[in-house]
């Protein structure tokens, strides 16, 4: 079974933390992706990697950035936590070539 | 206009009814369509795919995809209570690290 995992389930940070997250896959897959979701809007792709040390923008990439320096590892930083990014983040990861996308638990962050 | 589009719902429906769920996509370059399943409170996991016109079987879940009218849908047959969910259509234009468009999903009660 593929397993994908995320360092915290629940987060509270307060405005202007850094904030890390982390994520971990077991499949030795090559793509890795960090989502947002929130209600109404739902899920919105904010970078993604299709390599080590590779990283693309999504749709949402502003006041994110991210780090991916061994295959199964892909954090996403926010570099001064603000409000608007209390949200439900995702992560995910698939093989090249393969567009199976298999998510992990998710965090729930919420900014103070 | 969004890149996909599901009607929110929500869709109630009683046991043992077809439940019918709706997609479309407004990027006629769109090559892979998927179909996943949230509960509440977790992440996204994976129920169908399908690349090429026609209907696809997967016990009782058919996805139908139709390219000329850029229109995806999922039919449940014999609806179970932990059918009960919210279903995101999701759509892959093929571009490197295979990047997904979401829809909002679309919530489903199956009333027993």
């Known amino acids: 079974d593929v397993k994908v995992t995320q360092s915290s389930r629940y987060l509270v940070k307060r405005t202007g933390e850094k904030v890390f997250l982390e994520c971990v896959q077991d499949m030795d897959h090559e793509n890795m992706f960090w989502y947002r979701q929130d209600p109404g809007l739902g899920l919105r792709l904010i970078y993604f990697s299709y390599d080590v040390k590779m990283k693309e923008k999504g749709d949402i990439p502003e006041g994110y950035s991210v780090s991916r320096e061994k295959k199964e590892r892909f954090s996403l930083i926010l570099e001064s936590a603000s409000t608007n990014q209390t949200s439900m983040y995702l992560c995910a990861s698939s093989f090249q070539g393969m567009e199976t996308q298999y998510f992990g638990p998710g965090t729930r962050l919420l900014v103070l | 206009q969004k890149e996909v589009e599901q009607n929110s719902g929500p869709l109630s429906v009683p046991e043992g009814a077809i439940a019918s769920l709706n997609c479309t996509y407004s990027d006629r370059g769109s090559q892979s369509f998927f179909w996943y399943r949230q509960y509440s409170g977790k992440s996204p996991e994976l129920i169908m795919s399908i690349y090429s016109n026609g209907d696809k079987e997967d016990g009782r879940f058919t996805a139908q995809l139709n390219k000329a009218s850029q229109y995806v849908s999922l039919l449940i047959r014999d609806s179970q209570p932990s059918d009960s969910a919210t279903y995101l259509c999701?759509?892959?234009?093929?571009?490197?690290?295979?990047?997904?468009?979401f829809g909002t999903g679309t919530s489903l009660t199956v009333i027993p």
């Open positions: 999701a759509v892959s234009r093929k571009l490197t690290g295979n990047q997904f468009y």
